[in-house]
C-alpha cells in the first residue's frame, strides 16, 4: 500500500518497512516528521522485543509478578488485549514465544533466510492468562508478549493525531501499510494505492478525514525455516504460520487499529473471514491463493481502466 500523490509527503525506511507522512500544509512537513519520529521512538522504547532495553523484553525477566508499565505501554497493551477479545483471540499478544521458535528473533531485516535458529518448545498460553488492571500487568512465567500484530497500527493512529494536534492541518500517516490520518482531508480525499504485491496491479482508493486502511499479509515479513517459507501471522491456537488462504486482507475503519485488528484476524480465519467481516459491516478487499480478488461492503468498485 503507498500514498498516491499526496500534496505534500516525505517517505523514509524504519522497523524493516517503508514508510510515510503527507500533510495538507507544506510548511508543516518538517513539523509532522519530528511528531512522527518522536512518537516512534516512544513506542519502540516500549513494545520492541529486538532491543533489549525495551519495556516489553524486560517484562521476561519479571514474569509471574506484577509490573507497572510506562503510558505508552499501556495504550499499547490495552489495545493488544482488546484485539484479543474482539477477535476470540485470533489476535494474541502471547505469541512471542512461539515467533522466536520459528525463527523470527531480531529484526526482519537481519534475518539471514538461509540460518533457520534452532527451535524451542513453547509453553500453552493465550492472552487471557495475561492479567491486567490499567496499570499493572502480570506476564505468567514462559510467556513472552509480542504487540506486533496491533502496536504499529496503533502507533499510526497515535501519530496522525499527533501531528494534527502539532500542527493543526490535516496529515496522513503510512507506517508500513497501516494508514491513519487527522484533521481536514484533501478536496478528493487522501488517495492510497492498494495493491497485492509490488509487481501486482494496484487499485487507487480515497480516504476520507478521518479514514483509516489497513493491510495485513502473508506474502510480505517471511523468511526461511529449513526447507520451508514462514510468514509472521500466526494461529494462536497452533502457533504456526496461519494457512496462506489469503495474500493480503485490505480493511477501510474509522481507526487503523480497528482496521489492522479485523484483516489480521481475517488472515487466521481463512475462508470464514468472508462472513465474518460482512456482519462487521467495513469495506475490505481480500486476495487469496489464487490472486482472485473479492470485496466486501462498500468497498469500492475498480473503475474502467483502473486494476483492482
Known amino acids: 500500500m503507498s500514498v498516491c500523490a499526496p500534496p505534500t509527503c516525505t517517505e523514509w525506511q524504519q522497523w524493516s518497512t517503508s514508510m510515510a507522512i503527507a500533510v495538507t500544509d507544506p510548511d508543516r512537513l518538517a513539523r509532522a516528521r519530528a511528531e ?93 492468562m495475561v492479567e491486567w488492571d490499567g496499570r499493572f500487568v502480570t506476564v505468567p512465567p514462559g510467556v513472552l508478549l509480542d504487540l506486533g500484530a496491533t502496536a504499529k497500527a496503533v502507533a499510526a493512529d497515535r501519530c496522525a493525531a499527533r501531528v494534527h494536534s502539532a500542527t493543526g492541518c490535516g496529515v496522513l500517516v503510512s507506517l508500513g501499510g497501516d494508514i491513519a490520518t487527522a484533521g481536514p482531508a484533501p478536496l478528493d480525499g487522501w488517495q492510497v494505492l492498494v495493491h497485492d504485491h509490488d509487481d501486482d496491479p494496484a487499485q487507487q482508493v480515497g480516504l476520507p478525514a478521518g479514514g483509516a486502511l489497513a493491510t495485513s499479509s502473508t506474502v510480505h515479513r517471511r523468511w526461511g525455516r529449513g526447507d520451508a517459507v514462514v510468514h509472521h501471522i500466526l494461529d494462536p491456537r497452533t502457533r504456526r504460520p496461519a494457512t496462506a488462504v489469503w495474500r493480503t486482507v485490505s480493511v477501510a475503519a474509522d481507526s487503523c487499529f480497528a482496521a489492522n485488528t479485523i484483516s489480521t484476524a481475517a488472515i487466521v480465519r481463512g475462508w470464514r473471514a468472508l462472513e465474518w467481516i460482512a456482519t462487521l459491516r467495513v469495506p475490505a478487499r481480500l486476495i487469496d491463493s489464487d490472486r482472485r480478488v473479492h470485496t466486501i461492503g462498500a468497498w469500492p468498485e475498480a473503475q474502467p481502466g483502473d486494476p483492482r
Open 36 to 128: 512522527v519520529d518522536a512518537e516512534l521512538q516512544a513506542v519502540e522504547r516500549a513494545a520492541s522485543r529486538f532491543r533489549q532495553d525495551s519495556e516489553i523484553s524486560a517484562l521476561a525477566s519479571s514474569a509471574g509478578r506484577p509490573t507497572e508499565v510506562s503510558d505508552v505501554l499501556a495504550v499499547l497493551l490495552e489495545a493488544a488485549l482488546a484485539a484479543a477479545r474482539l477477535t476470540d483471540g485470533d489476535v494474541d499478544p502471547t505469541i512471542g514465544a512461539a515467533l522466536i521458535a520459528l525463527g523470527y528473533d531480531r529484526d526482519l531485516a537481519d534475518l539471514d533466510y538461509a540460518d533457520p535458529r534452532a527451535a524451542s518448545m513453547t509453553i500453552p498460553a493465550t492472552w487471557s
